[in-house]
């Protein structure tokens, strides 16, 4: 054919079906093949009439044309052959009908190639694979399924009698059931499955009715009792013996599956082993290795992402949270939809998520990671806008992930740091959150978990309800008013994260404050010493410009250092550190913030981004800002090191009370099962370390609570 003029479609039409005469001839068995250039001339004449410009684009053309291709030789050629056969010999030309029809389709699928490419993936229509499939279940399948099935199920009742029979024959012919539903198993299930189903349970009611009349009850027994070692032999030959090979098949295997989500074939892979002893067994291990593989990846792409530029402020890590939440879901609902809640797959999705659940991200531990999660779930403005029910929703699945961590005491000291935060500052969204989650966690770890947080949550309550005190007493004409509005927190100090308190010299402004406060507080409570916590206040100060007043908000720390300026024009660093009486670390923070940040509010000088002992400083008259009320903010401190530090500390206390606890009730016990009764104890709020366990076993002996057995220095008793 001339590749440069317009193929029409008569021309081309008529070269291809030369081309299916051959493949039909060779199907037929004719000893000839295909070469390769004859192979080339066929896709390019399809692919020149799919190309030309229109009219001359003959794609549609082509696509009912393969279609009325296939449909012709079913109808002229395999039809017959397979309608003049019956029982067995129908179903071997049907099983060679089949194998030839796939290879018809995948030949001319080839010549047809670009359709399926370019026309087809266009127009959304089924591939040509799929239409030459559909045409043989439309036109062959529909009409012999009915015999197909009975003469299958002819032959599986020839072998129950005794009768050697063609398995390969029944594997062929039943692969056709299953092909032929193209993904769905529903043809094999509603045309085949379902009768043999019917067609056993006659065939044994008759054995039964027949055996009942003419054997003795132990006979009846002994027969029964045969068919069910066979069917136990079938179940052992199809799914024991090859079990490891069918799990472990790299493409259709359990690991496919899970991968696949595949739930309908891992409901029936549960089904079939479940009633196998320890058939599940294999099931749960690789249901555990996938999900663990998931789980590893996510927090590996977190690390990647963290360490990378890109990353900002944790938000990689509040993404890992977030998908850990949502592969959680996901496994969980195959627990109970495709393993029916069978305490394996429990077991391992349980141990699949301690492991990565337990990684550290970017030097963050989980604990550090799932307490900042819950902290901007709770938070006004936190990182997502979700209604009540979403919140709800995420912080019980936060608290179901909390089982998986083992450092749940430092998940709670990083919690209540954060939750301080929320209520010290009015940062918390919404109480009934709060204390909705304290109610979830107390469920989960014991009332002993939450008791410090509750206690926060009251104290709170408590609080307004002595600003609302305070107000009144102020509004006594008797009592000396302090000149500024002061809103004071009273705390509890047991139940909040332990705060530094400074000897802040406080500005003359605030000395008044706090002494009318405490005048109104000892008439309430004689024997209560109030300890201030300057580093937790925070103050509104009018900051007056050349261009403008601004209200600054700003933490007491700053207020104190701002207001010295009130009296002088220029202070050098150490007048101001001998002014405040402020920590060395504090002060660098707090006049960084002020001379150094975005709010110039101080003027430096030398002008640097780092302060010095050597600076001078001065009030920076010409600062303006398009805003009339800005918040000054300090520089982060990292908590993490003191959190860890305080967590540390009270793990030696819990050990000690463990040991002692344990040997009180015990009295003698050996050093081996000391540790390891102590260990059992402790995990449920985090993992003793055996080498602690051991130093405190050692620093209680030093203080007289325990003591070496003489003859046996592995044996310890306990000393009353």
């Excluded at 305490?343 to 990565?356: N, P, R, S, V």
Aim: net charge neutral; proline share 2%; charged share 30%.
């Amino acid at each position: 054919m001339d590749r440069g003029k317009i193929v029409s479609l008569e021309e081309g039409w008529t070269y291809m079906s030369n081309g299916i005469t051959k493949l039909k001839r060779i199907l037929e068995g004719a000893v000839e093949q295909f070469n390769s250039e004859e192979y080339m001339m066929l896709y390019t004449t399809i692919y020149n009439m799919c190309t030309q410009k229109p009219p001359n684009d003959y794609s549609q053309q082509l696509y009912d044309k393969y279609k009325e291709a296939i449909e012709d030789y079913i109808r002229t050629t395999v039809l017959p052959a397979i309608r003049e056969k019956h029982d067995e010999f129908m179903l071997r030309e049907l099983v060679k009908r089949w194998a030839n029809h796939k290879l018809m389709v995948r030949w001319l699928s080839r010549f047809f190639h670009y359709l399926d490419r370019y026309f087809i993936a266009r127009r959304s229509l089924p591939a040509l694979f799929d239409v030459g499939l559909t045409c043989f279940r439309d036109l062959v399948f529909d009409e012999v399924h009915a015999k197909a099935k009975d003469a299958v199920l002819d032959v599986i009742n020839k072998e129950r009698e005794g009768e050697q029979i063609d398995r390969a024959l029944l594997k062929n012919v039943l692969d056709i059931f299953v092909e032929i539903g193209m993904q769905s198993m529903e043809k094999y299930e509603n045309d085949f499955e379902e009768h043999m189903l019917k067609d056993s349970a006659s065939y044994y009611s008759l054995k039964a009715s027949n055996w009942i009349l003419e054997d003795s009850c132990p006979d009846y027994l002994i027969k029964a009792s045969s068919w069910t070692l066979i069917f136990k032999k079938v179940q052992h030959e199809l799914l024991v013996v090859y079990a490891t090979q069918l799990l472990e098949k790299e493409q259709s295997g359990c690991r496919a599956l899970l991968r696949d989500d595949k739930v309908d074939d891992l409901s029936r892979m549960y089904r079939l082993y479940h009633k196998i002893t320890k058939g599940l067994e294999p099931v749960a291990a690789i249901f555990k290795q996938h999900i663990t593989a998931e789980g590893t990846v996510l927090v590996q792409q977190a690390e990647d992402a963290a360490s990378s530029q890109a990353s900002t402020g944790g938000v990689q890590e509040q993404v890992l949270i977030r998908k850990i939440l949502e592969l959680h879901d996901k496994y969980m609902e195959y627990v109970k939809d495709c393993f029916q809640n069978h305490t394996l797959f429990h077991k391992a999705l349980k141990e699949a998520f301690e492991i990565f659940c337990n990684k550290t991200v970017a030097g963050s531990s989980s604990a550090e990671l799932l307490a900042t999660f819950c902290d901007n779930t709770l938070k006004k403005g936190g990182s997502e806008k979700l209604s009540d029910e979403a919140i709800e929703d995420t912080l019980e699945k936060v608290v179901k992930l909390l089982a998986y961590i083992s450092d749940k005491d430092l998940f709670a000291e990083f919690y209540r740091k954060k939750l301080a935060r929320r209520l010290l500052f009015d940062k918390s969204a919404n109480d009934d959150h709060e204390r909705s989650i304290l109610t979830k966690l107390k469920q989960q770890c014991g009332g002993q978990f939450t008791s410090k947080m509750e206690g926060m949550v009251t104290d709170l309550t408590l609080a307004k309800e002595n600003q609302t005190g305070f107000e009144d007493y102020l509004a006594n004409p008797q009592v000396t008013h302090p000149g500024i509005d002061l809103s004071v927190n009273v705390l509890t100090t047991g139940f909040w994260p332990s705060y530094k308190s400074s000897d802040l010299n406080l500005p003359a402004e605030m000395v008044r404050g706090v002494q009318v406060f405490k005048d109104f507080y000892d008439q309430k409570s004689k024997h209560r010493k109030l300890t201030w916590i300057y580093s937790l206040g925070s103050c509104h100060i009018l900051g007056k410009f050349d261009a403008k007043s601004i209200e600054l908000i700003v933490t007491t720390y700053q207020a104190a250092i701002l207001l010295l300026f009130n009296s002088a024009d220029r202070l050098s660093y150490s007048e101001i550190a001998t002014q405040s009486n402020l920590a060395q670390e504090d002060l660098v923070r707090v006049l960084h913030s002020l001379s150094c940040n975005k709010y110039k509010v101080l003027q430096k000088d030398p002008i640097s981004k780092t302060v010095s002992q050597t600076d001078h400083f001065e009030f920076n008259k010409k600062f303006t800002d398009k805003m009339r009320r800005i918040r000054i903010p300090l520089p982060p401190v990292d908590e993490r090191k003191k959190v860890v530090e305080d967590v540390d500390k009270d793990r030696r206390y819990a050990i000690d009370a463990a040991i002692v606890r344990i040997m009180k009730s015990r009295k003698v016990l050996s050093h081996q099962n000391l540790v390891s009764e102590c260990v059992e104890q402790l995990s449920r709020m985090f993992k003793p370390d055996i080498k602690a366990i051991k130093k405190r076993i050692e620093d209680l002996i030093s203080r007289d609570y325990l003591e070496r057995d003489k003859e046996n220095p592995n044996t310890f008793k306990y000393l009353a």
